[in-house]
């Protein structure tokens, strides 16, 4: 009959949520994570709640928190008077996470928008023929696209480079 245990060791509990033992490891190192003991050969062994720990730990720097920063964070809470101060923490913590992923949110909304006009900009250009500098130029002149305004993303591609890079210092360019 097959030995059930209740734990788990490093490498078991890193490919549950996808991690690598050192970074089990590392997160061990920092505090984040505590054995419950070891095992007669000496083998960290961690129990389910590990698992939560780890999965919160992986939400949060998802989120953009620097393993440092979640580090802090549980001393925060470790160190609060009581448990509604530690719980106080936690929320002002989640609601300044919060208000930076609504900013990031917005910003990744405003990218995409610029993709699909960019998009929805490039169909029509699809029956343009020519080589690509003179198509440059001819862009200028487009009549498919009157009255609009040309997206960034398709400006900037079409932007013409320095036909010879500076040369630095204001010097000459060195000829090989």
Known sequence: MAET?????VGELAESVGKTPRAIR??????LLVPRGRTCGNYREYGPEALVR?????HLHDLGLPL????????????????????SKVRARYAQTLACVD??????QQLRDGLTSSIAWLT??????????????????CDRH??????????????????QPAAPCGGKQESK
């Not at 590392?26 to 505090?31: F, H, Q, W």
């Not at 780890?54 to 992986?58: F, G, N, S």
């Open 103 to 108: 900013a990031q949110l917005a910003r990744l």
């Open 68 to 87: 440092n920063e979640v580090k802090g964070f549980l001393d925060d809470v470790a160190e609060a008077e009581n448990a509604g101060v530690a719980m």
């Open 5 to 9: 245990r209740d734990f788990m060791t």
């Open 124 to 141: 029509d250009c699809q029956g343009c023929e020519g080589p690509v500098p003179i198509l440059r130029d001819a862009c200028q002149t």
């Open 54 to 58: 780890l999965r919160w730990i992986t």
């Open 146 to 163: 009157e009255g609009q305004t040309e997206p960034d993303l398709v400006r900037g591609v079409k932007a013409q480079p320095p036909s």
């Open 26 to 31: 590392l997160y061990e190192e920092l505090g």
